[in-house]
RNA sequence: CGGGGCGUAGCGCAGCCUGGUAGCGCACCUGCCUUGGGCGCAGGGGGUCGUGAGUUCGAAUCUCGCCGCCCCGACCA
């Protein structure tokens, strides 16, 4: 294509609302623009590049057998109330009434759809198993959409779902979806890692995701190196560094003593010269409209998730500073588990053998010292921790390190969730009708592109791998207004379409470095030269990472990139 | 949902405090010039100052409401 023909509208400085350097580079680049907060228009080079990842993510699908299908984003309310799901997504389902005032909604992902469909067409064990997928857009509404194309409202989404007759089928899919999103990956260029995960509102027993590591990432995971433990921060576990102070010897009875003013542990710790990790942190929360007292060591940090799995109820929130006072007597900052009877009591396992420590008193500016758990109060042991950088792997006693990440994708067993809740059926080979069981799996398109960005830059803009940059090779005469620069780049430009490159002529009448200053910025890997050493019959091939450059004959220059970018 | 910031030409910003007919850089258009890293010179076009109301002889500027966008927080008491 002819850059002078094409619409890449890039720009000299940053836009002003963007914050992450994905942001910054795809909105300077010309690949996007934004139409609201947490909506964007892919332009051109956006579109060429989702494009191309597209197809990645078609071919390997295809080669595990799985079968493309389009599903409508436009949901009828009544799918997602069959699952339960009307109610659980909350807030960040989109929602909307027709004109006879009927509930729709925008789909935020298909398990309901697809089970819908599967339980209206499967009927035998013959049928199964089946590998559906598609790729479409979903809409969530994000409490703060953020980071340019990292967290959106509107978004692609690659999803695909399995059925299968027993675990051991799902196992099957599980594991060819984990492959070929290996591949996908791989192929991508990206480098990440996966790790074991949280189910979330998907339901369902075994997930892992796949994390892109970068500083504008929202996630978190825990990795050791060498034992190569991963998991997501809401899933990990490890063995807490050991308290900063021995507890007091002897079984102390319990001690009220005058704190006034110190509400939080780094106060009471500065106040009582003990450390942080000699007092127990006491946290209130409730789900359900009913409170749970959490009990961890006061420099740990409490985990909900963990939490919301202990409890086994629905959305967990801290309770609000008028409960506390009607629940405890006392506000926040003095409270603790002694004499609480009227609500469950958790306890975090890295307090279990601890004793003679100190907790709030339930008394306003008032603490308690010399408190054992088990024998000051009674309290179910919980893992209710966070896990944090520096502690260490369970078994192997590895250092482990926390990392920010962006979430690419996802792989679920969900189990029987959708398929039960919505009776899907089928017989098996003895006629008797038996619940399939399924798994779903998610990539996030935009979140490739924009990960890749985040890894792949540099001072002078996006370094894209070539399997998804939007061109591969860019030919730029240095004075188009030269006949033979012209001549000479219009006949390397056809050779390296004719060679099936992608590539683009940069015809434009500009100053060349402009046209280098722009071929840097949006990232084409590759890029042809055609200046003064054409009368010798060469021209300059220059790779985009590390602008590593050297001359190349003029006849030779489309082979030379075709070999480089290896199709 | 709480807190903060911003909204003036396509983009980035000044002007606002102290009210008096809207400015800079880039981009854009025309001409000349130039052609190996966002050239140079000259001329030119483009803005209901987010929106509604109010104060005033007069509002981008002061007051109030609304809308939009960005950032921080929304468990660690």
């Known amino acids: 294509m002819r850059w002078s023909k094409l619409f890449i509208p890039t720009l000299r400085e940053d836009p002003a609302d963007a914050e992450v350097i994905s942001h910054k580079l795809l909105v300077r680049a010309g690949y996007i623009r934004q139409l609201g907060a947490g909506i964007y228009n892919y332009l051109f080079l956006a579109q060429r590049s989702i494009n191309k990842i597209i197809a990645i993510i ?24 069959e699952s339960g799901r009307w109610d659980v997504m909350g807030q960040n389902m989109f929602r909307l009434k027709d ?60 999803d695909s779902y399995t059925f299968d007759m027993d675990a051991g089928g799902l196992d099957r899919a599980y594991d060819l979806h984990y492959q070929a999103y290996c591949k996908i990956f791989d192929r991508c260029g990206l480098e990440y890692t996966s790790v074991e995960a949280h189910s979330g509102s998907m339901g369902g027993s075994q997930s892992r995701e796949f994390m892109v590591r970068c500083e504008a990432g929202e996630d978190y995971v825990v990795l050791g190196p060498k034992s190569g433990y991963s998991a997501n921060l809401e899933m990990a576990v490890s063995n807490p560094v050991p308290a900063a102070a021995p507890d007091p010897d002897g079984e102390l009875a319990p001690e009220e003593f005058h704190t006034p003013g110190r509400k939080t542990i780094a106060e009471v710790a500065a106040f009582t010269g003990l450390p ?31 939490l919301t799995g202990v409890l086994g ?28 009877s009227n609500m469950r009591v958790l306890a975090d396992t890295a307090l279990q053998g601890r004793r003679n420590m100190i907790c709030g008193a339930n008394r306003d ?53 959708y398929s039960e809740s919505m009776g899907l059926r089928v017989l098996d080979e003895s006629g008797k009708e038996v619940t399939p069981i399924m798994g779903s799996y998610g990539i996030g398109v935009e979140r490739i592109l924009s990960s890749a960005v985040e890894l792949y830059h540099d001072k002078d803009g996006i370094v894209l791998p070539a399997a998804i940059a ?53 990232g084409i890997p590759y890029r042809i030269t055609v200046g003064k050493k054409l009368a010798g019959g060469q021209v300059e091939l220059v790779e985009r990472k590390g602008k590593k450059s050297q001359d190349v004959a003029v006849d030779g220059a489309a082979e030379a990139v075709r070999g480089m970018v290896a199709l």
């Open 58 to 81: 078609r071919q390997e699908m295809d080669a595990i057998g799985a079968q493309e299908m389009y599903l409508p984003g436009l949901n009828p309310a009544e799918v997602w109330q």
């Open 99 to 158: 004109r006879f005032q009927r509930d729709l909604c925008l789909g935020m992902t298909h398990e309901e759809v697809m089970t819908a469909i599967a339980r209206g067409e499967l009927r035998s064990y013959k049928q199964l198993p089946q590998i559906w997928y598609q790729i479409q857009t979903k809409f969530r509404d994000e409490p703060r959409p953020k980071s340019g194309l990292l967290r959106v409202r509107q978004f692609i989404m690659k």
């Open 470 to 522: 939007p061109f591969d090779v860019v030919v730029t005469p240095v004075n188009n207004a030269d006949a033979a620069q012209r001549e000479a780049a219009g006949r390397i430009y056809a050779e390296c379409k004719a060679a099936g490159l992608d590539a683009l002529l940069d015809d434009r009448d500009e100053r060349p470095g402009v046209k280098f200053k722009d071929a840097d910025l949006i």
């Open 313 to 340: 109820a629905g959305e967990v929130r801290p309770a609000h500073p008028e409960e506390i006072r009607d629940w405890f007597g006392a506000g926040a900052g003095s409270l603790g588990p002694v004499g609480v």
């Open 276 to 306: 942080e990790t000699s007092q127990i942190k006491s946290l209130v929360m409730t789900s359900d409209g009913k409170p749970a007292l959490c009990l961890l060591r006061g420099d740990h940090q409490l985990s909900e998730t963990k």
């Open 365 to 417: 500016d008032y603490h308690l010292r010399n408190v054992t758990p088990g024998k000051d109060f009674q309290c179910q042991w919980a893992d209710l921790r966070q896990v944090a950088a520096g502690e260490t792997h369970r078994e192997t006693g590895e250092t482990l390190e926390v990392h920010k990440t962006v979430e690419i994708g996802h792989i679920f067993k969900l189990g029987y969730k």
